[in-house]
C-alpha cells in the first residue's frame, strides 16, 4: 500500500535526527493480532487505564467512544478514565500535558503525533520503549513500515498508531457557491484561480473562507505552502534545503496574507468546528480543515455531495498532508497493565475500524475493510495509496514543538496586525533555531 518513495520526504522531514529506517517492505501480511476478547499478559490484572487525549466533543468524541467500547469488550475490567482536554490540535492539552510529565504526574497514557512531536517526548525520555507489545500484540506486520519508522527511534518503538488523518481538505458548502454563481463542481487548480472563486462568494455576502484561532490558521499556512512551493519545496523547509527567506517563500507568504482578507474576523475566538460550521450552516462558502471535519459532518448526519462537497487544497491535487495520532506508554504511568490494554486495543482491527469510521481519519491498519468507511474516507484510502506524503506542520509530523510553537507565534502576530510580511518571513526563517 505504501512505497518508500512516497514517505521518503517525511522520512526525511523528521527524521533528519538520525532516526532508525526500519525496512520498507512486507507491508499488508496477514494480521497476527492476539485473539479479540482475550485479555493476555499482564492486562488480566489491569484494573483502570487514564487516557489524555484532546478529544472531548463531536466526531473526536465519538471516534474516542468507538475505542471506549472496544475495551469494555475486550477487557471488561478495566475501567476508562477520560483525561481529556478540550481544545482542537491539542491547542490546551499539550501544555497541559507537558507539566503534568514534568510533575511525574503522567496520566496512562497519551496521544501524541507521529513524526517530530514524538520525538520529542522520546529525546525527553517521557516515552516508554514499547517493541515487546508489537511482538505480543502481533504488530509487527499490520502497519505500513514507513509509518512505523516514524514511531521508531534507534531501533525501538514508542507508540501505537490509530489513524492517518489529512489535514490538506477543503470543505464546502455547494448551495452558498451556488448562490455565488459558482459551479459547485468545480475545483480549483490554483490559489489564483481560487480567489477568483473567493471574490465570488465575498460578494454575495457570505464569509468566503471560514478560519478559527491560530492553529487552524497555522494548518492554512501550511497547505499554502504545500500548495506554491510542491511537495519537494514544502519538505525543503523541515530539512534545510529550501530557504525561508527566498522568494517563492515571500509569495507563498503573500497568498497566505490575500486568503486571510477572506476569512471572518471573529476567527480568534472560535475552533475548527465553530468554522466549519459556518460552512454546514451557509455563512461561510469555503473552509479548509483536516478531515476530522469528516467525523463531525457525520455525527450531523450530513451527506458529500449534496449538504457539502470537499477537494484537496487548491494546488495540492496528488499530495495529501499527512498526520498520525498515536498512543504511547509514558514513563511511570500509574496503570501500565491498563495501558497495555489500551494500546492492545488502539492497535486491534475492532479498534481501529470502530475508532475511524466515526473520526473521519483512515485506519493505520492495512487490513481494515474500506467498504465499512463513508465516501470521504474511500476518497482518503485511494489517495492515501497513490499520493505524495507530506507532514502536516500544524499536527505534529513535520516540526519539533518548539519551532511549531515559535511558527505559531508569529503567524498569530502577523493576522493580528502585529507584524507585517517581512517581519512574519524573518521569524519563521528563525524559527527552525
Ligand atoms: C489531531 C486530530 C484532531 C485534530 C483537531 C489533530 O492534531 O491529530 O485527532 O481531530 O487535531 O482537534
Redesign the pocket.
Given at each position: 500500500m505504501y512505497t518508500p518513495r512516497r514517505f521518503a520526504g517525511v522520512i526525511a522531514g523528521v527524521m533528519a535526527a538520525g532516526l532508525a529506517l526500519t525496512a520498507c517492505s512486507g507491508n499488508g501480511g496477514s494480521p497476527t493480532e492476539s485473539a479479540s476478547g482475550t485479555a493476555s499478559g499482564s492486562m488480566g490484572t489491569a484494573t483502570e487505564v487514564e487516557v489524555f487525549t484532546?478529544w472531548t466533543s463531536g466526531g473526536?468524541k465519538a471516534g474516542l467512544d468507538g475505542l471506549v467500547s472496544v475495551l469494555a469488550d475486550k477487557y471488561p475490567n478495566v475501567t476508562f478514565v477520560n483525561g481529556a482536554v478540550a481544545g482542537?490540535?491539542?491547542s490546551a492539552a499539550k501544555d497541559l500535558l507537558q507539566s503534568r510529565l514534568q510533575a511525574n504526574d503522567p496520566p496512562d497514557t497519551f496521544q501524541a503525533?507521529a513524526g517530530a512531536e514524538l520525538d520529542d517526548y522520546i529525546a525527553a525520555g517521557q516515552v516508554q520503549d514499547i517493541s515487546d507489545l508489537y511482538t505480543e500484540f502481533g504488530l509487527t506486520d499490520v502497519f505500513p513500515a514507513d509509518l512505523l519508522s516514524l514511531l521508531t527511534v534507534d531501533g525501538a518503538i514508542y507508540s501505537v498508531p490509530a489513524n492517518i488523518?489529512r489535514a490538506n481538505v477543503v470543505w464546502a458548502n455547494p448551495s452558498v457557491l451556488e448562490a455565488a454563481g459558482l459551479d459547485s463542481t468545480a475545483t480549483y487548480a490554483t490559489m489564483s484561480d481560487w480567489f477568483t472563486a473567493l471574490d465570488a462568494v465575498q460578494a454575495s455576502g457570505q464569509t468566503a473562507l471560514s478560519i478559527a484561532t491560530t492553529w487552524t490558521q497555522v494548518q492554512l499556512l501550511e497547505t499554502v505552502l504545500i500548495s506554491d512551493l510542491g511537495a519537494d519545496g514544502y519538505i525543503g523547509l523541515w530539512d534545510g534545503t529550501t530557504d525561508w527567506t527566498g522568494s517563492d517563500v515571500t509569495a507563498a507568504l503573500e497568498d497566505f496574507q490575500k486568503l486571510m482578507s477572506y476569512t471572518n474576523t471573529d476567527r480568534d475566538g472560535l475552533d475548527?468546528p465553530d468554522a466549519l460550521q459556518m460552512v454546514v450552516d451557509g455563512t461561510a462558502g469555503f473552509n479548509v480543515m483536516?478531515d476530522?471535519a469528516a467525523g463531525e459532518l457525520d455525527t450531523q448526519s450530513l451527506t458529500a455531495g449534496t449538504d457539502y462537497i470537499y477537494f484537496p487544497v487548491p494546488g495540492t491535487s496528488g499530495i495529501f498532508d499527512f498526520?498520525s495520532?498515536s498512543f504511547t506508554l509514558p514513563v511511570g504511568a500509574p496503570h501500565p497493565d491498563g495501558a497495555k490494554a489500551w494500546l492492545d486495543v488502539v492497535g486491534s482491527l475492532e479498534g481501529q475500524t470502530a475508532f475511524n469510521i466515526a473520526k473521519g481519519s483512515i485506519p493505520a491498519r492495512t487490513d481494515a475493510d474500506p467498504s465499512l468507511f463513508n465516501a470521504y474516507q474511500q476518497s482518503a484510502i485511494k489517495d492515501f495509496a497513490s499520493d505524495t506524503i507530506v507532514p502536516s506542520l500544524a499536527?505534529g509530523a513535520a516540526a519539533p514543538i518548539a519551532q511549531l510553537n515559535a511558527i505559531s507565534d508569529a503567524t498569530s502576530k502577523f493576522t493580528s496586525g502585529g507584524s507585517d510580511l517581512a517581519t512574519f518571513q524573518t521569524e519563521l526563517a528563525a524559527s527552525a533555531g
Open positions: 484532546w473526536e482542537g490540535a491539542g503525533h488523518h475548527w483536516g476530522w498526520l495520532d499536527h
